[in-house]
């Protein structure tokens, strides 16, 4: 598969996974001791636009606590940084918070890794043209299965950008092995810059995953009807409620979607009965220490450079070099 030039500086290049393999991989979670799906089903077009309303309501603290992170600290991480440089962000959504970056740094390149298509080139048409030095190298694919990425700007040293601490979303194992793939990805010479949540009262983690406006409750439920419009699977969404709650054992806050009603749903051709009383688990958010997280990247084969927080240590972003 070749990028396509979509613009004199943004190439694109579509790996989207194929429908065959979304089916058959929601069919076995589904159908699983504890039924669950992979929360990468919440961003489909409908869902980027619901999470973004999530990210302006008060209760949802680390989008706006991370960004202004980043713009304060931005020129700093440029001198630690001190070379040209391609930014590679996996998940990169509509690509907010890059700009943040490429307002104050002049990197060379920038290649975000997005699964929800239409996202992923209304932001890159709108960015490429307002930053002409900037080659924009669009993918669209699950960075969660595969972080092979196009060689491009290959002699330039990367930037490994993941912000938002959706690394939370990964569960132990998984994370070790997805940060061991962040360290590949970005190579010998390479950088990380990642931002992770931080433990705090169970209270504020409740509010921040049931916001009074909704948006949180429609978000979970968006993935069902994401599953409807991809997969034809037939979900009555009115069955289901939303549930979010912190479980301080495991240090996570849980996303589950409530069964009140027996449901009949078709998936990759085959018959599937959820049970009124089933739950679907949707998400895990894991929280985290400075201390614990930085030992994670040392172990991924990452050298911690800094951190920075905010003053009521909510959240953290980490910048850290390949050892
Ligand atoms: C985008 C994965 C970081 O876990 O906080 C927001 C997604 N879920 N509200 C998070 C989310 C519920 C968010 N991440």
Redesign the pocket.
């Known amino acids: 598969m070749q990028p396509r030039q979509l613009l004199p500086n943004l190439t694109f290049l579509d790996l989207y996974p194929p429908t065959a393999d979304a089916a058959r991989e929601v069919l076995s979670s589904l159908s699983a001791a504890t039924p669950h799906l992979d929360?990468k089903y919440f961003y489909d077009e409908q869902g980027s636009a619901l999470?973004d309303a999530?990210t302006r309501t008060p209760e949802?603290y680390?989008t706006r606590t991370e960004t202004r992170l980043l713009r304060e600290h931005a020129r700093t991480m440029a001198r630690t940084l001190d070379t040209e440089l391609t930014i590679v962000e996996p998940g990169a959504g509509g690509c907010e918070k890059a700009r943040i970056l490429l307002d104050q740094w002049q990197p060379r390149g920038y290649m975000p890794l997005e699964i929800s298509r239409e996202c992923l080139l209304d932001a890159t048409r709108q960015l490429a043209p307002q930053y002409p030095q900037v080659q924009f190298q669009a993918v669209c694919a699950d960075y969660s299965q595969a972080l092979t990425v196009p060689t491009g700007h290959q002699e330039l040293p990367r930037l490994v950008f993941f912000p938002?601490?959706?690394i939370?979303?990964f569960e132990p194992v998984a994370r070790r092995t997805f940060l061991a793939n962040l360290r590949q990805l970005a190579g010998d010479d390479g950088f990380l810059l990642i931002g992770a949540?931080l433990h705090k009262s169970p209270e504020r983690l409740h509010q921040a995953?049931n916001d009074s406006a909704g948006h949180?409750a429609a978000?979970n439920l968006n993935i069902l009807a994401h599953l409807n419009r991809r997969l034809d699977c037939g979900f009555d969404l009115d069955a289901f409620e939303h549930q979010a709650f912190y479980n301080e054992d495991q240090q996570r806050v849980e996303?589950h979607l409530q069964c009140h009603r027996d449901q009949h749903v078709r998936i990759a051709g085959e018959s599937l009965t959820l049970s009124a009383g089933t739950r679907v688990h949707t998400?895990n958010?894991y929280k985290f220490s400075v201390e614990d997280f930085s030992r994670e990247l040392v172990t991924a084969g990452f050298q911690p450079l800094s951190c920075w927080l905010d003053d009521e240590a909510l959240f953290s972003v980490h910048l850290a070099r390949a050892a």
């Open positions: 929360p999470f999530i949802y680390p938002g601490s959706t939370g979303n949540d995953y949180t978000f996303m998400e958010s």
